[in-house]
């Protein structure tokens, strides 16, 4: 079946520092779907990418999709502490289920 | 609007009893999920409902059972409950299928099986 990994695992930066989460599906996106989750809350989504190669910001995360619609990253600029949390991408295959990654757990010390 | 609400926010059962939960949302959204969320396995879809009266299995929907009687309410069942069903619960919804739409997810359920 359709599976999508995410590494890094854990990710521990200084404040201030950048910050990358690569995912990576065995099969070919309709789209995908990117969510942080707050260590004891629930998963917030963040955005949603359809376009090979599509590139998209908020403030300081930029989100891509990969042209063969396989994989996408999340790149943070300059970490803040109110970025901790675990972040996961989502990605859909012609199905009505989204495929959930396992997660990339950001931590930032000040 | 609550948005996405879940009760019970936990619970702690024996195994072999049995337990449901509720989600319920206001948003009169079609679709709901049920997912479960393990350490270091991200979320993984119990079972899914595209609409009031129908419900389709997801990636793990073993040993468990669901019911949509009513559009605003996604009840997951568990007849027998065991240790390995400890786990965090979450239920999300959208407007219609996952092609260009988020999910927006509830608390959660935190569910320990002894």
């Known amino acids: 079946g359709q599976q999508v990994m995410q590494i890094p695992q854990y990710q521990h930066v200084q404040e201030g520092e950048d910050f990358t989460t690569y995912c990576n599906s065995s099969t070919t996106l309709s789209n995908i779907q990117w969510y942080k989750q707050r260590p004891g809350g629930h998963p917030v989504f963040l955005i949603q990418?359809?376009?090979?190669?599509e590139v998209k910001k908020q403030k300081r995360l930029t989100f891509q999709f990969g042209e063969a619609k396989k994989n996408s990253s999340l790149h943070i600029t300059a970490t803040q502490t109110t970025d901790v949390g675990t972040y996961f991408c989502?990605?859909?295959?012609?199905?009505?289920?989204?495929?959930f990654g396992t997660g990339t757990r950001l931590q930032v010390f000040p | 609007n609550a948005g996405v609400t879940q009760t019970p926010k936990f619970r702690v059962l024996k195994t072999g009893q049995s337990m449901t939960l509720l989600c319920a949302q206001d948003m009169n959204h079609e679709y709901m999920y049920w997912y479960r969320q393990d350490p270091g396995m991200g979320l993984r879809l119990i079972h899914y409902?595209?609409?009031?009266?129908?419900?389709a299995k997801g990636e793990v929907p073993d040993g468990y059972n669901v019911s949509r009687l009513k559009k605003q309410n996604f009840l997951l069942g568990l007849e027998s409950a065991a240790p390995s069903q400890t786990s965090v619960y979450f239920c999300?919804?959208?407007?219609?299928?996952?092609?260009?739409?988020?999910?927006?997810f509830g608390p959660g359920t935190r569910l320990t099986v002894l």
């Open positions: 999300a919804s959208t407007p219609r299928g996952l092609s260009y739409n988020e999910q927006f």
């Open positions: 990418l359809v376009k090979s190669g």
């Open positions: 409902s595209v609409g009031e009266g129908t419900t």
């Open positions: 989502a990605g859909r295959a012609n199905t009505d289920k989204l495929i």
